[in-house]
């Protein structure tokens, strides 16, 4: 997908600095990537300058110009039910990977549960406060605010999966749970199909064998009547 100001590009956008083919979303292996056209006025990808290329999650914010968007899933994260929920329990370590502010690249340890937010010594300047547990239903995010926002979507209850973005006021933080992530990898797997062995017919008719014992027997008579005559 092309978007800048030319009139045939898939987004056409309007603004100071905004050029033709300004940038490129490419969907691949990778994931969504954006690609800066060269040349062109830098965009910014959750308030930092990209003059190339980068990696886009969903729940990433895009500038160019004057213009803003925001990356999302095609629906909303699940909302966490426990009534109805029959999921699997979180498997193995699971962590939030801080990708934006000064403590970018640092990784919280979720546990069995981590609670961040205001009354808490983690993003305390937020307004609200949130949680992140590993329960038998699986992994939950709760707030007491509807302001976060997952994958995009603003909501105050959900669960998460491996590579989910949580957006919490200027503050991002990616789910990381290898765990979780080789389940639902294994759960997505095709059931195996069971082949039964084919067995190749036998071309030979059933009295093949009792033709070459038949045949053998007559030899063997013909032989001896050959030698007790010759001696």
């Known amino acids: 997908m092309h978007i800048g100001s030319a009139p045939d590009d898939a987004v056409v956008l309007t603004g100071a ?19 800066v056209r060269s040349g062109c006025q830098r965009v910014y990808v959750n308030a930092r300058a990209v003059r190339e290329a980068t990696l886009l999650r969903c729940g990433d914010t895009v500038m160019l110009g004057p213009n803003k968007f925001l990356v999302t899933t095609d ?6 039910n426990p009534a109805a929920s029959g999921g699997t329990a979180a498997t193995g370590q699971v ?34 406060a949130c949680r992140i547990a590993q329960t038998a239903d699986g992994l939950i995010f709760e707030s007491d605010s509807a302001g976060p926002r997952v994958n995009g979507w603003r909501c105050s209850r959900a669960s ?18 290898p765990g979780l992530q080789y389940a639902a990898h294994v759960e997505a797997l095709p059931a195996p199909q069971v ?10 008719p059933p009295t093949g064998i009792w033709w070459l014992i038949a045949a053998a ?11 007790y005559f010759h001696w």
């Open 195 to 204: 082949v039964e062995p084919v067995v190749a017919p036998d071309a030979s």
């Open 95 to 128: 962590a939030l990977r801080i990708v934006s502010g000064a403590a970018s690249g640092q990784a919280l340890s979720v546990a069995s549960d981590l609670r961040i937010g205001t009354g808490t010594r983690l993003f305390g300047d937020l307004a609200y």
């Open 217 to 227: 027997a007559v030899l063997a008579v013909i032989i001896a009547l050959l030698l």
């Open 160 to 177: 998460l999966s491996a590579g989910d973005q949580i957006a919490l006021g200027e503050h991002r933080v990616v789910v990381e749970a």
């Open 75 to 80: 629906s909303a994260p699940p909302e966490h």
């Open 17 to 35: 600095g905004v050029a033709p083919g300004h940038l490129t979303l490419l969907a691949d292996a990778r994931g969504l990537v954006l690609t």
